[in-house]
């Protein structure tokens, strides 16, 4: 059953960032009406306004800026954003117009080398044999694209089968971009690797690395098992030190490129990246849930995670972003401590929670209790009341499902009839006995 629930919430988020993307799309289509979930749940986060450059940005909140700059540990620390050229026109200015302000070193990863709103982008896959360029199929689309490149967006328009090509494609960035890392700033004590769709908390990394000892080789990340392999899931990010990274790319450089023909038979790049690292002698150290691939609509949140400082979110949108950078803002001028999945809930999540909300899907998978055809949303509502540790539930026609986690969620297809509840009194009781004391790392 557990096993189920994972998969069923893995492809909820998977779904979450394929419905994020073609936003993204619609967006950069001139699309003038667009329905997405992040767009049609309840507003957790804040209108921002278009930024042109990195420049204006920084000149419009210098304050933010100047804090967020100055954090101990950051002249230490590389963070690596791993994109492709036909996504990095919407994720990106939104983390330049936020996170990427703050941090003094970071290097931009594509498959196109090319300079977007004054920040030069490096084609990461430059480095990959003219013979595996040849004859792997992923690499037409590379040629393709690159053909093409002062016509990009006419280019995607035209080619409706990119956005599959380019996720082919995708695989082959990982282990250039730990090796080009390196080259980036061989002085780094840490190397922070995050996807365009993939938010950090900055502040609460810095402190985190501070409490890690740097000369050992860690290899850090949300830990998945697929094939029989693990390795850390790469859209919840993942970390490296400089002696782990060091073992890894000397251990590459031995194998006279025997590498591109596994990357070239296996699917996903994260899984390969595991595989490397595995054979260079480094183990993974699970790092949930600090690391992790939900957004705070998706999460579940329990009193096993309240306490937890929170260091990335994954698919998530732009609006999303800057709603959590502004939250973090705020923490790093008036509360000093790290920011916490208590913190998040409580502020982003919790007031838009309520006794019933039409048309909405909030993620309840535990439980079913069995409904008789005339019994409606309140008799749903009684099984969780029944249950002294539910706190959500959600009723569509002749089916109620429980949960004892609580999570926000998304807008549902009206044609499903799905309403959702949640046990408002349990989760004050819950809020009101929340006690965090000291600073509780992996």
Known sequence: ?????????????????????????????????????SGS???????????????????????????CRQLRGAD??????????TALRERLPVHFQTTLQCIQHYVIFSDMEEEFEGHYIHDVLSGVSAEMKKSAHEFKFYRDLHENSDRVTEYMRENTAFQRNAWHLDKWKFLPAVERALQAKPDAKWFMFIEADTFLVWSNLLKWLATLDWRE?????????????LFAYGGAGWLLSRPAIQR?????????????????????????LGYVLERAGLGLTGAWPLIQRETPSTMEYTKEIWCYPIVTFHHIGALDIKSIWDLEQTWIADVKAPLLHFDIFNQL???????????????????????????????CKLH?????????FRFTPKKCT??????????????????????????????TIVRCEGEKWI
């Open 349 to 379: 999540v919790y007031p838009h929670l309520a006794t019933r909300i039409d048309d909405w899907d909030n993620f309840s998978d535990g439980e079913e209790k069995v409904l008789y055809p005339n019994e409606g949303f309140e008799d």
């Open 41 to 67: 749940h309840p507003t957790l986060l804040k209108t921002i306004s278009s930024v042109s450059s990195f420049i204006s940005t920084t000149v419009e909140s210098p304050l933010a800026t100047e804090r």
């Open 217 to 229: 080789p860690y290899f850090l990340g949300l830990p998945v098992t697929m094939e029989g392999q």
């Open 1 to 37: 059953m557990t096993n189920r629930l994972t998969d069923l919430r893995l492809f909820k988020s998977i779904l979450a960032g394929l419905l994020s993307f073609t936003v993204a799309l619609l967006i950069l289509f001139n699309v003038n009406t667009i329905i997405s979930p």
């Open 248 to 272: 890894m790319t000397h251990h590459v450089a031995s194998q006279n490129d025997d590498y591109e023909y596994f990357i070239n038979k296996t699917s996903f790049g994260d899984l390969i």
């Open 402 to 431: 429980i949960s004892h986690s609580i999570t926000l969620g998304w807008k549902a297809d009206p044609s499903i009839n799905s309403i959702s509840g949640w046990m408002m009194e349990r989760i004050i009781q819950v809020k």
């Open 76 to 85: 230490d620390v590389l963070v690596i954003v791993k994109t492709g050229a």
């Open 384 to 392: 969780c009341e029944e249950d002294l540790q539910c706190m959500q």
